[in-house]
């Protein structure tokens, strides 16, 4: 088959990984603020707050990824961290998407599972999917704070957030492979900020090898009890 008339070259083989080594440049200057994501993320979720998580197709599955890095563990043991994926209870979602329209699929849950301090994170390779840009208008509406994972910009999604990290590459592909690196970034930065790792990838020294594989880390999350009462109390109230 033909290429489409006007389409852009497709990168393959050398030409897919020199277009990644190029968009990996432009990442490593934003390394810092991820950094300064992960600390304060570590600090909300430590807290007894919540990520939240959404995006389409592959960017959807990336939110999981990120989620599951959180609720499971990235690498060293510790203890679980509250993160919800918004696209992955399919009851939930059909259903909003069957009452109210797809562009709500994810405003609705950010209503339903934020809470003031909480962080939504929002991933979109074009930066213009609508029920996206709904769910940063909703966490706006509730104190939820809002970062995002574009493609390049400036994007409608990027002028949405509060903070973004746009990966200047033309191909969706590149654009989806260093959001990758750029969760990955986030999940070391979290586990530094816990001190569950150093930031070197050195072993800690107070880590012994079973908790490495299994055990229990010594962080809790001391205020998740004080979240829980006032949730309740707010559902008493309203």
């Known amino acids: 088959m033909s290429a489409a008339r006007g389409a852009q070259p497709l990168p393959s083989g050398t030409a897919h990984i020199d277009a990644l080594i190029l968009a990996l440049g432009g990442l490593r200057q934003r390394t810092s603020q991820i950094d300064r994501w992960g600390a304060h993320l570590a600090d909300v979720l430590v807290g007894g707050g919540r990520l939240l ?3 389409n197709g592959g960017s959807a599955a990336q939110a999981q990824h990120l989620t599951a890095e959180l ?9 679980p961290l509250s993160a919800i994926a918004l696209h992955a ?3 939930t979602t059909t259903a909003i998407c069957n009452d109210y329209g797809a562009d709500a699929v994810f405003a609705r849950q950010v209503l339903a599972h934020g809470r003031a301090g909480d962080v939504l994170v929002l991933l979109s390779t074009s930066g213009r999917s609508s029920n996206v840009l709904r769910a940063a208008e909703a966490a706006a509406q509730i104190g939820v704070c809002t ?3 574009t493609g390049p910009g400036p994007n409608p999604l990027s002028r949405a957030v509060e903070e973004t990290v746009c990966v200047d590459a033309p191909s969706t592909a590149t654009v989806q492979e260093l959001h990758l690196v750029a969760l990955h970034l986030l999940c070391a930065a979290i586990d530094v900020r816990l001190g569950v ?3 070197d990838g050195a072993c800690s020294p107070g880590l012994t090898a079973d ?11 001391i205020n998740r009890p004080e979240r829980r009462r006032a949730d309740r109390a707010r559902e008493v109230s309203a």
């Open 89 to 91: 209870e399919t009851s």
């Open 53 to 55: 998580a959404a995006g």
């Open 197 to 199: 790792a150093p930031p």
């Open 147 to 149: 970062w995002a994972l």
């Open 71 to 79: 609720v499971g563990r990235y690498r060293d043991e510790r203890l």
């Open 211 to 221: 908790r490495r594989q299994g055990g229990t880390s010594d962080w809790v999350g």
